[in-house]
């Protein structure tokens, strides 16, 4: 297989986590439950460009029609992108891909930014239209840009947050936002970090949603093709340790020295020796967390799960968790509740009114917001694990 990044051929498989469903799609009742598809999830792996890559892409149209992603749910990266805001206002005029609910054009609009959002999920950008958050409905291909230039001049800041790792073609969509882009414009891409997932064994962040998973290098390639240069990087702590990528419409614009640095290290650590180790602690840690799930059963504790982002259902699939180890599972957005997870098909519950029985164990799926998550059990005596690796919050 070649790469879809620079096109090398004869790329690597690194990692096979079986058969999986497609990890946001939340089957409500027993039909849907009984019309789940599940696919193998196969990494590649690119020694050249140091892109991480599935083997097999899922039609995008089947996956974000209806998407039960809202942002603005989520207070941390509410508060990521009000600082964002702050650090843009500069521009004239933003364009943000992947808008989501308006989580970027909010704050943004506050601030007096001429702003305007795109994104291909048709519920969840209508909640932003409804808010009076501009935002064109569709992916960012060379249509919706033409219909964005008819209305508008073209941005000098386009604003692509963990949006690339979804894109089926992400050679295309370099082309398109090279064209779209103001003469000196900025784009600027925030990616979850594939160096971070080896170093913090997050395979769980493997999902068919998202195809590509990058490195600075594998960035810097892709843009490079069509004639625009990365220059700098700045390290942000969103989903688990991400890339803010700084990248110019035109050539030769000399690179920092902390975007030099990014680059070689990985030159030096991200190869498949890596890999391999990583491998081989996926499974041994998925090993460990269903056995420690079964010890606390067989040791008569109630154990539930708390948050439900699409990691829950890579976690449980690889590790075989159902409804018989984990309870219910508790998660704070309207549109995932009395759903069930894909493919492992624990309920998914609302807060209130779930916190009252006896439970003694809570899984943390959404361990990032786990001070948050804490305050709501405050007068209970519970534990809180970690899924992988497994251990004690
Ligand atoms: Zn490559």
């Not at 849907?32 to 599935?54: D, R, V, W």
Request: with cysteine; net charge positive.
């Amino acid at each position: 297989m070649r790469c879809r990044v620079c096109n090398a051929e004869n790329i690597t498989e690194v990692v096979d986590l079986g058969k999986q469903p497609l990890a946001n799609k939340y089957p409500k009742n027993k039909l849907q439950i009984l019309k789940e598809k599940k696919f193998n999830l196969k990494i590649m792996f690119c020694k050249k460009c140091k892109a991480g890559q599935i083997k097999k892409i899922i039609n995008r149209n089947v996956l974000f029609e209806d998407y039960y992603y809202l942002s603005s749910v989520n207070l941390k990266l509410k508060q990521h992108f009000e600082k964002l805001a702050k650090k843009i206002k500069k521009y004239n005029f933003v364009v943000d891909i992947g808008s989501n609910d308006g989580i970027l054009l909010d704050p943004l609009k506050k601030l007096k930014v001429k702003c305007i959002g795109v994104d291909p999920s048709k519920n969840v950008g209508k909640i932003a239209n409804d808010r009076g958050l501009e935002t064109f409905i569709g992916f960012f291909d060379k249509k919706i840009t033409k219909s964005i230039l008819k209305k508008y001049d073209k941005p000098d800041l386009v604003v692509a947050s963990s949006v690339i790792t979804h894109l089926e073609n992400p050679k295309e969509f370099a082309k398109n936002i090279k064209n779209f882009l103001e003469k000196d414009g900025t784009l600027i891409i925030e990616i979850e970090y594939l160096q971070n997932f080896l170093k913090n064994l997050e395979y769980e962040r493997f999902y068919f949603d998202r195809p590509y998973y990058y490195s600075a290098n594998s960035i810097k390639t892709l843009f490079k093709k069509v004639g625009m240069q990365l220059y700098d990087i700045e390290k942000i702590n969103i989903h688990g340790g991400s890339l803010r990528c700084y990248i110019k419409n035109s050539l030769n614009h000399k690179e920092t020295i902390r975007c030099k640095k990014i680059l070689s290290d990985e030159k030096e650590k991200l190869n498949l020796k890596a890999f391999s180790n990583f491998n081989r602690d996926i499974f041994k840690n998925s090993k460990m967390l269903r056995e420690k799930l079964i010890n606390l059963k067989n040791e008569g504790y109630n154990v539930i799960g708390y948050g439900c982002p699409a990691r829950v259902s890579t976690i449980t699939n690889v590790s075989k968790i159902n409804s018989s180890l984990i309870k219910y599972i508790i998660d704070d957005s309207p549109l995932k509740q009395n759903r069930f997870t894909p493919g492992t098909h624990i309920k998914i519950l609302p807060r209130k009114g779930n916190l009252n029985k006896k439970i003694d164990i809570v899984i943390v799926f959404a361990y990032e917001y786990f001070q948050d998550i804490k305050k709501f059990f405050k007068d209970k005596k519970v534990n809180f694990f970690k899924p992988i690796p497994f251990g004690k919050l």
